[in-house]
């Protein structure tokens, strides 16, 4: 059982990441996404239900979206209008988050 995130990178305020997870050797059903900016704890950012239903972090509202295709098993987080502050390691797990799921996570560092 794995989630493997990919997509990070560091990119310019304003501009975009699109992150990805990938469920290895099991269906995820509720999915989230977290955060943890450099010197604070880890941060729930969205939320996905099995039915696609989403929620969000105040902070990210109106310039994230999270999706996923189920088919593939696979989640994603889109992530446009990039601030400085969403500057972090970005991790998948389910929802609510289960301890071993923890991944490496994928580092997202946006610059003024």
């Known amino acids: 059982v794995q989630l493997v995130e990919s997509g990070g990178g560091l990119v310019q305020a304003g501009g975009s990441l699109r992150l990805s997870c990938a469920a290895v050797?099991?269906?995820?059903?509720?999915m989230g996404w977290y955060r943890r900016a450099p010197g604070k704890w880890r941060e729930l950012v969205a939320t996905?239900?099995?039915?696609?239903?989403?929620n969000y972090a105040d902070s990210v509202k109106g310039r994230f979206t999270i999706s996923r295709d189920n088919a593939k098993n696979i989640g994603y987080l889109q992530m446009d209008s990039l601030k400085p502050e969403d500057t972090g390691v970005y991790y998948c797990?389910?929802?609510?988050?289960?301890?071993?799921?923890w991944g490496q996570g994928t580092q997202v560092t946006v610059s003024s």
């Open positions: 797990n389910t929802d609510p988050p289960f301890a071993a799921y």
């Open positions: 050797s099991f269906s995820i059903r509720a």
């Open positions: 996905i239900s099995s039915g696609e239903s989403a």
